[in-house]
């Protein structure tokens, strides 16, 4: 049973820089497929970074290329978001979530069965 618990979130100015969290136990290889989401009030969910942990290859939305980095670390069993240059529009409820490995790019919210309890971001 996988369990995930994000951190790190707060409040930033525009073109600021954050780094958030997801503490994971009870990863297996059936559930190695790592992804960060977002919702923003009013908005549907939207998928914003994923990776596989075993494996190569990350995705990303259009929105966050080349400002955000997704990373896992076996060492300490850490999922990260590195989020540089921040806008107003990044503002949201950051949810990391895992699930079964699917080569299908970013993929959707159905692809993760397994979801943390959010961190919120908010840029201004």
């Known amino acids: 049973h996988v369990q995930l618990v994000e951190s790190g979130g707060g409040s930033v100015q525009t073109g600021g820089s954050l780094r958030i969290s997801c503490g994971v136990s009870?990863?297996?290889?059936?559930?190695?497929?790592m992804a960060w989401f977002r919702q923003a009030p009013g908005k549907e969910r939207e998928g914003v970074a994923t990776?596989?942990?075993?494996?190569?290859?990350?995705y990303y939305a259009d929105s966050v290329k080349d400002r955000f980095t997704i990373s896992y670390d076996n060492a300490d069993n850490t999922l990260y978001l590195q989020m540089n240059n921040l806008k107003p529009e990044d503002t949201a409820m950051y949810y990391c979530?895992?699930?079964?490995?699917?080569?299908?790019?970013?993929?959707?919210?159905?692809?993760?069965?397994?979801w943390g309890q959010g961190t919120q971001v908010t840029v201004s």
């Open positions: 979530a895992a699930g079964r490995p699917k080569y299908n790019g970013l993929g959707t919210g159905a692809d993760f069965g397994y």
């Open positions: 009870g990863l297996t290889a059936d559930t190695s497929r």
């Open positions: 990776m596989l942990v075993f494996g190569l290859g990350k």
